[in-house]
Structures are given as C-alpha cells and as structure tokens.
C-alpha cells in the first residue's frame, strides 16, 4: 500500500519559515520524482517545486529562492524548505510521488500552511 504523508504545515507570520515533509512507503523511493503542490482557496492546484531521482530540481517562479525541495534516500522522504513565507504563500500543500518507470503518480492527503498575522 503506497502512502505519502505530509507534515510540517501550520500558522506562520509573514516572513517566517516552515519545514514541511513528506514520509513515504510502498514505493521504491530511488526511481519516484518528488514534487510539491499547493492549492489556496478558489484557485487552480499549482506545481511548487520537484526534485528528480538524480537530485534536479525545479520551481515555480513565485517561490524561486524562498523555497528549497530536497530528499533524503535514506528515510524515503522528501522535504520543502520555505522562507519568507507571504501571505500568499497560503495554501493546503501536497506532496506527489511520479514513477520515471511507468509516470504512474500519488499523492499525498495535503497540509495546511497559513500565513497570516
């Protein structure tokens, strides 16, 4: 049974930081690439940040710089590392996990992260 769970997300002030994680299982972690989305209210599910098996990453150009994704091949895990979090940074963020093998992809149940004073 795959599973991906998120964890990390919370209330922060603007200009603040949060870790967010994401632990995986069922899957062979080294052949997944990771990604991060978010979706705020009323508005489109946006791609955040991916990290292939190889460690390539890419980012939205809103969170370029604020934002780092990484991996941890030991743990099967997948981090989004956030800084000078904005208001608008709010959102319910969702982990994904895509087979280069076969591109089949999971996700994962969501987090919140709020921004606000």
């Known amino acids: 049974q795959v599973q991906l769970v998120e964890s990390g997300g919370g209330l922060v002030q603007p200009g603040g930081s949060l870790r967010l994680s994401c632990a995986t299982s069922g899957i062979i972690f080294s052949i997944h690439t990771m990604g991060w989305y978010r979706q705020a209210p009323g508005k489109e599910r946006e791609l955040v940040a991916r990290?292939?098996?190889?460690?390539?990453?890419n980012y939205a150009d809103s969170v370029k710089v604020r934002y780092t994704i990484s991996r941890d091949t030991v743990k099967n895990t997948a981090y989004l590392q956030m800084y000078s979090l904005k208001p608008e940074d709010t959102a319910v963020y969702y982990c994904t996990a895509q087979s280069v093998r076969d591109f089949t992809e999971y996700w994962g149940q969501g987090t919140q992260v709020t921004v606000s004073t």
């Open positions: 990290i292939s098996p190889g460690g390539s990453t």
